[in-house]
């Protein structure tokens, strides 16, 4: 160890050692505390129990409309992707999309002469549109959004930075250089980095590229769009550029982060060959792997990942627009190019779906990224259920670890199969969140807690959703007791660690009763 | 066997650490201490996923850097803001004791090296498990303990 190591180690040591974390979160010793509340609460249990059992004839998970939960289209081929919907909004066409916040963002221009723009949000469950009366007009456009946490930003004359939940503008200021990247506290154009706090300049860089700027958790990076074209690394910590790989006679047409490697389109404009995909490493900063070559496009416009895949709007002589998808560990495109119409000037995918906005059309195109295998179509399921079932759950809390396919409300944290009554049913209880597969950890409605209660019908032999509470607090299972005509579950709250009973009783299948049946 | 479970052991066992690291990431105990509780809470839906200890401990450290960042900005705007509204009696963040140089230098490092620098000289653990702690590749945790060494050195001017 040399002497800045032992340095630090001791400043960490002198800094860190004693320091607790305070309880939050008390470990309940359950079975004399419960049967303490349980026989203080009795009464009380019973009525909160009818409460939110009575709500759940408020709402049903199947009632909330979900797109992603539509099952996929018979017949077709394996690895093609599904149109899963068009919205329309107001106005001519979209500058840019971008996918983040739990919801999908969209510049909107009122015509090809146009500076304005307007900014979307667009909610993927319900495929609503909702305007956010965030406008801004002049140049540079078109204009450009990008997502960072809870904050948006969008730039056309001026850099807006607008509060995600509630729409307010929060910050405005004026950027040089083009492009739009947010990554590293920072918003990055190709000639500047912007504190998003502040939304001051902190450094420049004014050489690095006049093409575009994407961002991964390393680095940011840069290109040069004409021959000889390039792109370069720039390293946050310095603000400086750390390498550049270029070559002579290529274009590069658009640029993707992934990971630390930037996936870069390049295309040669002289005599049309196919246009060519490429991954830098971020590490050596050398192309790896085979140059996926796109056969039947000359140029690439668009390239995101999404479900493991890279996905690339590429154009060829005719004009014609194809969706490839390119597996990125073989650097080989898989499956047929799939046609889309218009003037697709922006692709950002969301959890199963890949988005595509048209300049030239008000029309928002949602692709279903699942695909059909040889045994047909089939979402992706979460975890395979055991087969046995339960009676109920014995000894001290609930902890089966099982989960359910996505669903528009998702819980992950305890979900446990029972039996109330002659039927067999799941439970789960949580954090009620919204279903968002790309980053379950990061969205939803945090501070609330739910309880759902499936049932099996005979016929479709799929769980079937009969009781949806939603709760004040995010909860979880600390017990569990079943009986022949209902059941209680004794939830605790995770802000403020009181606990609660809720009774779940055989009645709470509902209209379908009798039709339910245990899975043998 | 205790059923609260495998999230009661989780807490148990790496809170200390998620906390300390959350202090090291934002300066601020009241600000780390939420910040923890929020990792528990995220982290609380998906504990009964993981296919191990380690695992577990690798997504919360993950969530609690992931976490600073946005929280990071949001706590500069709120002072922002406090200062705005009263500007004799801002509160200034607990940026701890500051008298030695070393931790002050380690506090303006890039978060993700800062959190390299935490895994690896405090908590000791393999370059391999910091890896995987921050979720990035073996090269891409060297580079980020090298340069936040680096860092530190020319800020206090240590030699080589």
Same mark, same amino acid.
């Given at each position: 160890?040399?002497?800045?190591?032992?340095?630090?180690?001791?400043?960490?040591?002198?800094?860190?050692?004693?320091?607790? $974390? +305070?309880?939050?979160?008390?470990?309940?010793?359950?079975?004399?505390?419960?049967?303490?509340?349980?026989?203080? /609460?009795?009464?009380? /249990?019973?009525?909160? #129990?009818?409460?939110?059992?009575? %709500?759940?004839?408020?709402?049903?998970?199947?009632?909330? +409309?979900?797109?992603?939960?539509?099952?996929?289209?018979?017949?077709?081929?394996?690895?093609?992707?599904?149109?899963?919907?068009?919205?329309?909004?107001?106005?001519?066409?979209?500058?840019?999309?971008?996918?983040?916040?739990?919801?999908?963002?969209?510049?909107?221009?009122?015509?090809?002469?146009?500076?304005?723009?307007?900014?979307?949000?667009?909610?993927?469950?319900?495929?609503?549109?909702?305007?956010?009366?965030?406008?801004?007009?002049?140049?540079?456009?078109?204009?450009?959004?990008?997502?960072?946490?809870?904050?948006?930003?969008?730039?056309?004359?001026?850099?807006?930075?607008?509060?995600?939940?509630?729409?307010?503008?929060?910050?405005?200021? =004026?950027?040089?250089?083009?492009?739009?990247?947010?990554?590293?506290?920072?918003?990055?154009?190709?000639?500047?980095?912007?504190?998003?706090?502040?939304?001051?300049?902190?450094?420049?860089?004014?050489?690095?590229?006049?093409?575009?700027?994407?961002?991964?958790?390393?680095?940011?990076?840069?290109?040069?769009?004409?021959?000889?074209?390039?792109?370069?690394?720039?390293?946050?910590?310095?603000?400086?550029?750390?390498?550049?790989?270029?070559?002579?006679?290529?274009?590069?047409?658009?640029?993707?982060?992934?990971?630390?490697?930037?996936?870069?389109?390049? %295309?040669?404009?002289?005599?049309?060959?196919?246009?060519?995909?490429?991954?830098?490493?971020?590490?050596?900063?050398?192309?790896?792997?085979?140059?996926?070559?796109?056969?039947?496009?000359?140029?690439?416009?668009?390239?995101?990942?999404?479900?493991?895949?890279?996905?690339?709007?590429?154009? %060829?002589?005719? #004009?014609?627009?194809?969706?490839?998808?390119?597996?990125?560990?073989?650097?080989?495109?898989?499956?047929?190019?799939?046609?889309?119409?218009?003037?697709?000037?922006?692709? /950002?995918?969301? &959890?199963?779906?890949?988005? $595509?906005?048209?300049?030239?059309?008000?029309?928002?195109?949602?692709?279903?990224?699942?695909?059909?295998?040889?045994?047909?179509?089939?979402?992706? =399921?979460?975890?395979?259920?055991?087969?046995?079932?339960?009676? &109920?759950?014995?000894?001290?809390? @609930?902890?089966?670890?099982?989960?359910?396919? +996505?669903?528009?409300?998702?819980?992950?944290?305890?979900?446990?199969?029972?039996?109330? #009554?002659?039927?067999?049913?799941?439970?789960?209880?949580?954090?009620?969140?919204?279903?968002?597969?790309?980053?379950?950890?990061?969205?939803?409605?945090?501070?609330?807690? $739910? @309880?759902?209660?499936?049932?099996? +019908?005979?016929?479709?032999?799929?769980?079937?959703?009969?009781?949806?509470?939603?709760?004040?607090?995010?909860?979880?299972?600390?017990?569990?007791? &079943?009986?022949?005509?209902?059941?209680?579950?004794?939830?605790?709250?995770?802000?403020?660690?009181?606990?609660?009973?809720?009774?779940?009783?055989?009645?709470?299948?509902?209209?379908?009763?009798?039709?339910?049946?245990?899975?043998? | 066997?205790?059923?609260?479970?495998?999230?009661?052991?989780?807490?148990?066992?790496?809170?200390?650490?998620?906390?300390?690291?959350?202090?090291?990431?934002?300066? !601020?105990?009241?600000?780390?201490?939420?910040?923890?509780?929020?990792?528990?809470?995220?982290?609380?839906?998906?504990?009964?996923?993981?296919?191990?200890?380690?695992?577990?401990?690798?997504?919360?450290?993950?969530?609690?850097?992931?976490?600073?960042?946005?929280?990071?900005?949001?706590?500069?705007?709120?002072?922002?803001?406090?200062?705005?509204?009263?500007?004799?009696?801002?509160?200034?963040? !607990?940026?701890?004791?500051?008298?030695?140089?070393?931790?002050?230098?380690?506090?303006?490092?890039?978060?993700?090296?800062?959190?390299?620098?935490?895994?690896?000289?405090?908590?000791?653990?393999?370059?391999?498990?910091?890896?995987?702690?921050?979720?990035?590749?073996?090269?891409?945790?060297?580079?980020?303990?090298?340069?936040?060494?680096?860092?530190?050195?020319?800020?206090?001017?240590?030699?080589?």
């Amino acid at each position: 160890m040399n002497p800045i190591e032992r340095r630090l180690q001791e400043a960490l040591r002198d800094h860190l050692d004693g320091l607790e $974390m +305070p309880d939050r979160f008390p470990v309940v010793r359950r079975r004399a505390r419960l049967q303490r509340v349980l026989s203080i /609460a009795g009464v009380v /249990a019973v009525i909160v #129990g009818g409460i939110f059992a009575g %709500s759940a004839l408020l709402k049903k998970t199947s009632d909330v +409309p979900n797109i992603a939960d539509e099952p996929p289209s018979p017949g077709l081929s394996p690895l093609t992707p599904v149109v899963a919907g068009e919205i329309r909004f107001r106005g001519a066409g979209a500058f840019d999309l971008a996918a983040g916040s739990g919801a999908i963002w969209v510049a909107t221009h009122e015509g090809r002469e146009s500076f304005s723009t307007r900014l979307l949000k667009v909610d993927p469950r319900a495929n609503e549109v909702e305007e956010t009366g965030v406008a801004l007009g002049g140049l540079p456009a078109p204009a450009e959004v990008e997502v960072a946490g809870d904050t948006i930003w969008i730039r056309g004359g001026k850099l807006l930075s607008v509060d995600a939940r509630t729409n307010e503008v929060l910050t405005e200021t =004026r950027v040089p250089g083009l492009g739009l990247a947010a990554r590293h506290d920072s918003i990055w154009t190709t000639d500047v980095r912007i504190d998003d706090s502040t939304g001051r300049v902190v450094a420049d860089f004014p050489d690095a590229g006049e093409g575009q700027v994407v961002a991964d958790d390393h680095w940011v990076w840069i290109t040069r769009k004409s021959p000889p074209a390039s792109v370069s690394k720039l390293d946050p910590d310095t603000n400086s550029v750390a390498a550049s790989v270029t070559r002579d006679d290529f274009y590069i047409d658009t640029a993707t982060a992934e990971g630390e490697n930037v996936w870069v389109a390049w %295309s040669n404009r002289q005599d049309e060959p196919p246009a060519e995909i490429t991954e830098i490493s971020g590490t050596t900063d050398e192309i790896v792997g085979d140059v996926v070559p796109i056969r039947k496009s000359s140029v690439v416009s668009q390239m995101t990942f999404g479900a493991g895949r890279l996905w690339v709007v590429g154009h %060829s002589l005719n #004009g014609r627009a194809s969706l490839y998808q390119i597996d990125p560990e073989r650097h080989e495109v898989i499956g047929e190019p799939f046609p889309i119409e218009g003037t697709v000037v922006s692709l /950002a995918s969301f &959890g199963n779906s890949l988005w $595509m906005s048209d300049f030239d059309r008000n029309v928002l195109t949602r692709i279903d990224l699942r695909t059909c295998g040889e045994n047909g179509c089939e979402r992706e =399921r979460k975890a395979e259920i055991p087969e046995e079932c339960p009676t &109920g759950i014995e000894g001290e809390g @609930v902890e089966a670890g099982e989960s359910v396919p +996505p669903r528009p409300y998702f819980l992950p944290y305890n979900t446990f199969r029972t039996r109330i #009554g002659k039927k067999c049913a799941m439970v789960l209880a949580g954090l009620k969140q919204k279903w968002d597969p790309e980053s379950a950890v990061e969205k939803g409605s945090e501070r609330q807690g $739910m @309880v759902m209660l499936f049932g099996f +019908p005979k016929a479709a032999g799929v769980r079937d959703s009969s009781l949806y509470s939603p709760l004040k607090a995010p909860i979880r299972i600390v017990d569990y007791d &079943g009986k022949s005509r209902g059941a209680t579950l004794v939830l605790q709250s995770l802000i403020d660690c009181e606990l609660a009973s809720f009774a779940l009783r055989s009645q709470d299948f509902g209209a379908a009763d009798g039709n339910y049946s245990c899975p043998s | 066997m205790e059923r609260t479970g495998t999230f009661g052991q989780l807490y148990r066992a790496h809170s200390s650490s998620a906390f300390r690291l959350a202090y090291v990431l934002t300066g !601020d105990k009241h600000t780390a201490e939420d910040l923890t509780q929020e990792a528990f809470v995220r982290i609380g839906r998906k504990v009964i996923g993981f296919r191990d200890a380690e695992h577990a401990r690798a997504y919360l450290f993950r969530t609690v850097v992931n976490l600073s960042r946005g929280r990071a900005r949001r706590a500069r705007l709120e002072r922002a803001a406090l200062a705005r509204l009263h500007p004799q009696g801002a509160d200034e963040p !607990d940026a701890g004791p500051h008298h030695d140089e070393t931790w002050r230098a380690l506090l303006i490092l890039p978060k993700r090296q800062r959190a390299a620098l935490f895994l690896r000289f405090y908590l000791d653990h393999s370059e391999e498990t910091a890896a995987a702690e921050l979720g990035c590749s073996l090269s891409a945790l060297k580079s980020l303990v090298s340069r936040g060494l680096k860092t530190l050195r020319a800020s206090m001017g240590v030699e080589t």
